[in-house]
């Protein structure tokens, strides 16, 4: 028969336990105990929210037709206050601003261009997010990376292509970034804005973006390397292997959860277990960030702090930023399966609408007549880039043949930064010593 352990000690709370155990997690997320006590760390993920809905969806079938309906969670809480930043100062907030209004009309611009069967394809939107897609992006360097999602149109825009390259390439023009070969969102540029194209395979972005990271370390730089990757992409395994490499080579990624709540017509609550995607993090032994994606505060202090970490040499950082999905997967989808009282709650969100108050009211950094210039400045070039658009050329259907394989003289390969450093490798070869083995 098993002994048993004394009353005192079955009851032995956390709190008896040795000092060392009880130490406060540093900000990073890790805090290594006592070298007599093993290699047992404890984490804690920075969570920069002032509020934190918790809502649960229940599955609702009525003969063949099945619903979602919200079953706990306040829908009628008031809407918090942007936090206030550390870094962004009045001008950058502005042209934060002015990023995401031009995000926004570039969308509702793009959608009409589509009803008129304008576009080629189909079109994805960003709408609810452009707070996150811009303020991430600007708090990388012009010399780092991006690699950008469907739905981060804003972050294109900050990091340098115009609303007409993004309609044009919707469009399949002559002049859009890949020359009518594409549609959609699939486009980048290596030379001058440093941004990786999208990959429809989710997740695939990431170890990509870790290898630009180590490429630039191999010259000689630590860079911040940023890209996204949505709740439902999260789970796959490239994903975990991508970030598992960045973690273990110290690579200086920043890689952007969108939990947006949706992946397609599944709810988060059905995708996975843990509460919060950030707590992922502890399994590569990296920060876990969470944050508001509907507040442009959060999300770019939260961004700036990884890519300082990341420049510093200190490795990845994920960040989860929490928000509402609020069209459907794209164009073709009306996103009936969500409940409108959903809706409802994160329009009250909106991130244009959160930091326009914000600006004028609890800043006062723009007066009305200020923000009505900006917004038609916004307007008019959205107008004039839409009109080049729509009058661009169609490609020659025997320009298809061009840019398949890389021709003599069509560009030039050589380092970002630096030529890397590469030791002396002797010749190979046998020993002097050694006597050729021969083999029969």
């Not at 007599?36 to 760390?41: A, D, L, N, T």
């Not at 804690?44 to 809905?53: F, G, M, N, S």
């Not at 206050?81 to 002015?98: A, D, F, G, V």
């Not at 990757?229 to 920043?254: K, M, P, R």
Request: glycine share 8%; proline share 6%; net charge positive.
């Amino acid at each position: 028969m098993a002994k048993k352990k004394p009353a005192s000690a079955a009851k032995r709370s956390k709190s008896s336990a040795p000092p060392a155990t009880r130490r406060k997690p540093k900000a990073n997320g890790q805090e290594p105990r006592a070298k007599s006590q093993g290699p047992i760390r404890t984490y804690t993920i920075v969570d920069y929210r002032l509020e934190k809905p918790n809502f649960i969806l229940r599955q609702v079938r009525t003969g063949d037709e099945v619903r979602y309906e919200v079953e706990s969670g306040d829908l009628s809480a008031p809407v918090p206050p942007i936090r206030e930043s550390q870094y962004l100062s009045r001008q950058q907030s502005i042209e934060i601003y002015r990023w995401m209004l031009l995000n926004r009309r570039m969308e509702t611009a793009l959608e009409n261009l589509y009803k008129q069967g304008k576009v080629v394809g189909g079109v994805y939107f960003g709408l609810g997010q452009e707070a996150c897609s811009c303020a991430s992006a600007y708090a990388l360097h012009k010399d780092e990376w991006l690699g950008p999602m469907i739905r981060n149109q804003g972050s294109v825009l900050v990091r340098g292509f115009s609303p007409r390259d993004i309609m044009m390439q919707y469009m399949a023009k002559a002049g859009s970034p890949t020359k009518g070969r594409d549609a959609s969102s699939h486009f980048g540029d290596h030379e001058k804005r440093n941004v990786v194209a999208p990959i429809s395979t989710l997740g695939d972005l990431i170890p990509v973006l870790a290898g630009v990271a180590l490429g630039a370390r191999l010259q000689g730089k630590n860079i911040a390397v940023m890209t996204y990757i949505g709740d439902g992409g999260q789970s796959t395994g490239v994903t975990y292997e991508g970030l598992n490499f960045a973690a273990v080579q110290n690579l200086g990624l920043v890689l952007i959860v969108e939990n947006n709540l949706w992946g397609y017509s599944t709810p988060a609550d059905m995708q996975f277990r843990v509460k919060d995607l950030a707590e992922r993090a502890i399994a590569y032994g990296i920060p876990g960030v969470i944050v508001d994606g509907t507040d442009v505060c959060q999300v770019y202090d939260a961004c700036h702090e990884a890519c300082e970490r990341a420049r510093r040499g200190e490795g990845p950082t994920m960040i989860e930023a929490k928000m509402m999905r609020m069209k459907g997967h794209a164009i073709h989808d009306a996103a009936e399966y969500v409940p409108k009282p959903l809706f409802e709650y994160w329009r009250k969100r909106d991130p244009i609408a959160r930091f326009e108050n914000y600006l004028m009211k609890a800043k006062k950094w723009l007066t009305a007549d200020e923000n009505q210039k900006l917004i038609a400045d916004v307007e008019q070039q959205l107008e004039a880039d839409r009109e080049f658009a729509v009058n661009s050329p169609m490609p020659e259907p025997e320009s298809a043949a061009g840019g398949v394989y890389c021709e003599p003289g069509c560009h030039e390969i050589k380092p970002k930064y630096a030529m890397p450093k590469v030791r002396g490798v002797k010749a190979a070869g046998p020993r002097r010593s050694e006597a050729a083995v021969h083999l029969k």
